[in-house]
């Protein structure tokens, strides 16, 4: 079974594990499998309409499913599976101005 390796902040959705293994052939199938064992993780990876959400990077092994065959990507039961939340923020300009003295 393919292993999905799960953000530490999604972790309280998914019985506090860092890793999931999970049956399919394919990246959908497997996280299908994963909402399935833990239905609190569909809302934060899917929107409404059943499709993944924006921020929401997977990654098998170390490719980004997006530059492959997206949710269809094939999977073996060797793999890995990371979710990787997109993280944005920040506060007002941080910058420091250089100055120098000569």
């Known amino acids: 079974m393919a292993k999905i390796l799960i ?3 999604l ?3 998914a019985g506090k594990q860092p890793t999931i293994e999970v049956k399919g052939s394919t ?3 497997a996280l299908s499998g994963l909402v399935a064992q833990h239905p609190d993780l569909r809302r934060h990876l899917y929107t409404e309409e059943g499709k993944l959400r924006a921020f929401v990077n997977v990654y098998l092994n170390d490719e980004d499913v997006r530059y492959l065959d997206k949710e269809a990507t094939a999977i073996a ?3 890995n599976i990371s979710i990787v939340p997109s ?3 920040g506060g007002e300009n ?3 101005p250089v100055t120098s003295s000569v």
């Open 7 to 9: 953000p530490t902040p």
């Open 11 to 13: 972790r309280q959705y």
């Open 27 to 29: 990246v959908g199938e």
């Open 77 to 79: 039961d060797s793999d």
């Open 87 to 89: 993280i944005a923020g």
């Open 94 to 96: 941080l910058s420091v």
